[in-house]
């Protein structure tokens, strides 16, 4: 999977589409397109649009929430809340192989019980606190990512792990240094002064990890 994942966001500058194209331009391939407040209509109505910039490039669209609607617009899969579709009803309308399904986590039993009911990658969070995200979970912080990512390793827990919430450029190195190799970024590329420019920052602060992927099949 790549090491950067845009999750879209809007502010007083820019709308869900006009943030996501700026990060497709800045170098990030993979979107997920979170709209809490939409309706379906408009939530597809957008995936629409995004969706052939993401082709444009090789990138991936995955959906936040709304399972139903990823065949119907085409896109790649989708990420499951605490309080979302069950993974296991998610997977009978999306077969693994064919498409991407992610889950959040914010403990280490979060994380096995993703592992046990087959995602394909997990968004741990939160790093540190953030306006971008209601009914926030507890604080992770580096440490507690050092905790989670050792364990994973000791017990052989093979499943891509994203760090998300309330990253900034200045934290890549440390996540690095403690064992994450991807990260969810919404508000620090939207409310940077150049959105584009800002994502291409954060793809060379990850450019040296990024061999080190595992990758997500969805041939």
Same mark, same amino acid.
């Given at each position: 999977?790549?090491p950067?994942q845009? $999750? ?6 820019v709308?869900y589409?006009?943030g ?15 709209m809490?407040d939409?309706s379906?209509t ?6 629409r @649009? ?5 082709r @444009? ?9 709304r ?6 617009v085409?896109?790649q ?29 914010n ?7 993703l592992?046990a009911e087959?995602?394909d ?7 540190r606190f *953030? ?11 580096v440490?507690g990512?050092?905790? $989670? ?9 093979? $499943?891509?792990?994203v760090a ?11 996540l ?7 990260v969810?970024?919404?508000g620090?590329?939207?409310?940077a002064?150049n959105p584009?420019?800002? *994502? ?11 061999n080190?992927? *595992?990758? $997500?099949?969805?041939?």
């Open positions: 999977m790549t950067l845009f $999750i879209t966001h809007t502010n007083e500058r709308s589409t006009e996501a194209q700026a990060a497709l331009r800045g170098g990030c391939k993979w979107i997920q397109l979170r809490k939409a379906d408009e939530f597809a109505e957008t995936a @649009q995004l969706l052939p910039h993401c @444009q490039i090789g990138g991936t669209l995955i959906l936040d929430d399972a139903l609607l990823v065949r119907e085409g896109a899969g989708v990420h499951l809340g605490k309080n979302d579709m069950p993974v296991a009803e998610a997977r009978k309308l999306l077969p693994k192989g064919e498409y991407i399904i992610g889950g959040t986590a403990t280490i039993e979060d994380i096995r019980r592992a087959g995602v990658y997990i968004g741990c969070g939160p790093f *953030t306006h971008t995200k209601k009914r926030l979970a507890p604080i992770i912080g440490d990512y050092k905790k $989670i990512i050792d364990t994973m390793r000791r017990e052989r827990i093979d $499943i891509p792990l998300i919430g309330g990253i900034t450029l200045a934290d890549i190195k440390t690095r240094q403690v064992g994450v190799q991807a969810a970024i919404s620090a590329i939207l409310q002064e584009t420019a800002e *994502t291409q920052r954060f793809m060379a602060a990850l450019d040296g990890n990024a080190h992927q *595992t990758a $997500i099949n969805n041939d």
